[in-house]
């Protein structure tokens, strides 16, 4: 059973940055690939980054591209991602996920077959 626990949202002002956590405590071999999405109040949730498990193939949401960067640690099956110079429209509730194996589209979320509870980040003016 796959559990995905995150850690590391919180309050910051535009221009700074956070990390965010997220291992996988439930297993005892690795998902295909793990990543983030995002949902910000009012709008759908919407894919952020994704990194492979084996190759440590990682892609990247256009606007984030250059100020996200998404890491993995084997050993603690963890799965993080540095954000720098924050903006307020990062502002969302940012949500792990990981996969089995991807069957139409690495962004569309009905890809991902597990899911962490979800992690503010709020990124003041």
């Known amino acids: 059973q796959v559990q995905l626990v995150e850690s590391g949202g919180g309050l910051v002002q535009a221009g700074e940055s956070l990390r965010l956590s997220c291992a996988d405590s439930?297993?005892?071999?690795?998902?295909?690939?793990m990543g983030w999405f995002r949902q910000a109040p009012g709008k759908e949730r919407e894919f952020v980054a994704v990194?492979?498990?084996?190759?440590?193939?990682?892609y990247y949401e256009r606007s984030v591209k250059g100020r996200f960067t998404i890491s993995k640690d084997n050993a603690k099956n963890t799965v993080y991602l540095q954000m720098n110079n924050l903006k307020p429209e990062d502002t969302a509730v940012y949500y792990c996920t990981g996969t089995d194996g991807f069957r139409t589209s690495i962004t569309t979320a009905a890809d991902y077959d597990y899911w962490g509870q979800g992690t503010l980040v709020t990124v003041s003016s």
């Open positions: 439930g297993r005892t071999f690795s998902l295909h690939a």
């Open positions: 990194i492979t498990w084996g190759g440590g193939v990682t």
